[in-house]
Structure formats: C-alpha cells, structure tokens
C-alpha cells in the first residue's frame, strides 16, 4: 500500500522556522518525485517546491526562493521541507505529492500527474 506521511506543522511567529517532512512507503523512492503544495480555505492550490529523487533537482515558486529549502533522504525515503523567514502568507494546509519519473517537468507546481497524495499538515504563521 502507498502511503505518504506528513507531519511537523504547527504554529509558529513569523518570523520564525519550520520544518515539515513527508514519509514515504509502498513504492520505489528513488524513481519519484515528490512535490510540497499548500492549500488555504477558499484559494487555488499552491505548488510549493518539487524534488526528484533520482538526480536532486529541485525547483521552488517565486514566493518562497531563498526561504524554503526541499531535501530528500532516499536511506529513509522522506522528503523535508525547511522553511524559514515565515510569513503570516505561508499559512495553510501543507501535502506532499509523489509523480513517478525521472524528470520534473515544467508544469510541475500545478498538482498534474501526481500518483499519490498525502493528508497534509497544517502550518500557521502567527503576525
């Protein structure tokens, strides 16, 4: 059974760091890429950053360059989010995402060919 896990959310000042990570089980690691995308009542989903587990490309949305960092450790088959210099903005549900193949294509942040979602975890960044 596939399974992605999502945990360390919380609430935090802006201001302040977090980091969230995704666990992922039931499928190959290595051969996926596994995306961050955030959700807030009433809004468009958000794609947030994107990894491929097979080569470490990584790939951000403008909002967030230089604040947030995606890393993966294939050993224990989890994908982290570091997020820094939060702002009350980065408030929402965060998912992980996982979409097989070795190439992140460029239409990555919109949520498309995404195999498998995770339940999300939820960040709240107090002003």
């Known amino acids: 059974e596939v399974q992605l896990v999502e945990s360390g959310g919380g609430l935090v000042q802006a201001g302040g760091s977090l980091r969230i990570s995704c666990v992922a089980s039931?499928?190959?690691?290595?051969?996926?890429?596994i995306g961050w995308f955030r959700r807030v009542p009433g809004k468009e989903r958000e794609g947030v950053s994107c990894?491929?587990?097979?080569?470490?490309?990584?790939y951000y949305r403008d909002s967030v360059k230089g604040r947030f960092t995606i890393s993966s450790d294939n050993a224990k088959n989890t994908v982290y989010l570091q997020m820094n210099s939060l702002k009350p903005e980065d408030t929402a549900v965060y998912y992980c995402?996982?979409?097989?193949?070795?190439?992140?294509?460029?239409?990555?942040?919109?949520?498309?060919?995404?195999?498998?979602w995770g339940e999300g975890t939820q960040v709240t960044v107090s002003s």
């Open positions: 995402a996982a979409r097989p193949g070795l190439r992140i294509p460029s239409t990555w942040s919109l949520g498309w060919d995404y195999d498998y």
């Open positions: 039931g499928f190959t690691f290595d051969d996926w890429a």
């Open positions: 990894i491929s587990n097979s080569d470490g490309n990584t």
